[in-house]
């Protein structure tokens, strides 16, 4: 009886450490797939492996612990032990497909090209000499918040190029890196697509803060979503963290990240 017990007991833990070397390995994938991790896909931990879990939760907002949290594991959409099963919609960014999705190589040598000829845009003044410096703080704000109102407003909405319009390229999309208009273009049409209704609700205000570069702002906001389409349903809340740069006229969104929030 003993004996038959001890096997029982190997053979579970046998089963176990497997399961955690395929979480491992998947984790080693979807890091490459972000051009984050080059080491063997193995399902071994390792030290490269452990940096590159560091950057990946450092990208996301993440504690950067170098382990694979479930926080981490459920943002890379891999399967660990503990990770909930009823998980309504990955832990992907909800303003964008929550497919993982990756360029293949011309896809990316294209992109490459694109993003050589595209002229980066230069910070322009938008804010009246004449204002004081507690007018243009205010003014400032208030601008910021009504640009990520219209941002939340539009992205419910059909429209491709008038979302795409609130980006300045290349921009640094989500875990893309670098992503052309095209990209983004076509990244938005199939998100449409997957959720033809999409609500989105701001809670509390919009956070800004300047940077060492002129007209240019970090801002920081939280939203409550709502998508559905084909049967299905998710809900959940996000918190948005964006790089934007004052134009003449408008803002332009240069970096776009978000971390899901879970209660």
Same mark, same amino acid.
């Given at each position: 009886? @003993?004996? @038959?017990?001890?096997?029982v007991?190997?053979?579970?833990?046998?089963?176990?450490?497997l399961?955690?070397?395929?979480?491992? @390995?998947?984790?080693? %994938?979807?890091?490459?797939?972000?051009? !984050?991790?080059?080491?063997?896909?193995?399902g071994?931990?390792?030290?490269?492996?452990?940096?590159?879990?560091?950057?990946?939760?450092?990208?996301?907002?993440?504690?950067?612990?170098?382990?694979?949290?479930?926080?981490?594991?459920?943002?890379?959409?891999?399967?660990?032990?503990?990770?909930?099963?009823?998980?309504q919609?990955?832990?992907?960014?909800?303003?964008?497909?929550?497919?993982?999705?990756?360029?293949?190589?011309?896809?990316?040598?294209?992109?490459?090209?694109?993003?050589?000829?595209?002229?980066?845009?230069?910070?322009?003044p938008?804010v009246?000499?004449?204002e004081?410096?507690?007018?243009? %703080?205010?003014?400032?704000?208030?601008?910021?918040?009504?640009f990520?109102?219209? #941002? !939340? @407003?539009?992205?419910?909405?059909?429209?491709?190029? !008038?979302?795409v319009? #609130? #980006?300045?390229?290349?921009?640094?999309?989500?875990?893309?890196?670098?992503?052309?208009?095209?990209?983004v273009?076509?990244?938005?049409?199939?998100?449409?697509?997957r959720?033809p209704?999409?609500? #989105?609700?701001?809670?509390?205000?919009?956070?800004s803060?300047?940077?060492?570069?002129?007209?240019?702002?970090?801002?920081?906001?939280?939203?409550?979503?709502?998508?559905?389409?084909?049967?299905?349903?998710?809900?959940?809340?996000?918190?948005?963290?964006?790089?934007?740069?004052?134009?003449?006229?408008?803002?332009?969104? !240069?970096?776009?990240?978000?971390?899901r929030?879970?209660?």
């Open positions: 009886m @003993r004996i @038959r017990i001890t096997l007991a190997l053979l579970i833990a046998t089963a176990a450490q399961f955690a070397d395929e979480a491992i @390995r998947r984790a080693q %994938e979807e890091l490459r797939k972000r051009n !984050l991790y080059f080491g063997d896909i193995n071994q931990t390792n030290p490269e492996l452990v940096e590159a879990l560091k950057r990946y939760q450092l990208r996301k907002g993440f504690s950067a612990t170098g382990a694979l949290s479930d926080e981490t594991a459920r943002s890379l959409k891999v399967q660990v032990a503990s990770s909930k099963k009823n998980e919609l990955p832990d992907l960014p909800v303003l964008r497909s929550d497919s993982a999705r990756e360029l293949a190589e011309p896809d990316r040598a294209a992109l490459q090209s694109e993003i050589q000829q595209e002229p980066t845009s230069s910070p322009t938008s009246a000499a004449t004081t410096p507690a007018q243009t %703080e205010q003014s400032r704000t208030e601008e910021i918040s009504k990520v109102q219209d #941002y !939340l @407003r539009d992205a419910e909405g059909d429209d491709v190029d !008038l979302q319009g #609130y #980006y300045a390229f290349p921009v640094e999309y989500f875990d893309h890196g670098k992503a052309s208009r095209e990209f273009a076509r990244d938005t049409r199939n998100y449409i697509k959720w209704e999409r609500k #989105y609700t701001l809670i509390g205000p919009v956070n803060m300047s940077t060492k570069t002129p007209d240019v702002f970090q801002v920081e906001f939280t939203i409550a979503f709502r998508v559905a389409g084909g049967g299905r349903v998710a809900h959940g809340k996000t918190r948005n963290l964006w790089t934007i740069q004052s134009g003449r006229n408008n803002f332009k969104i !240069l970096v776009i990240n978000e971390q929030l879970h209660d």
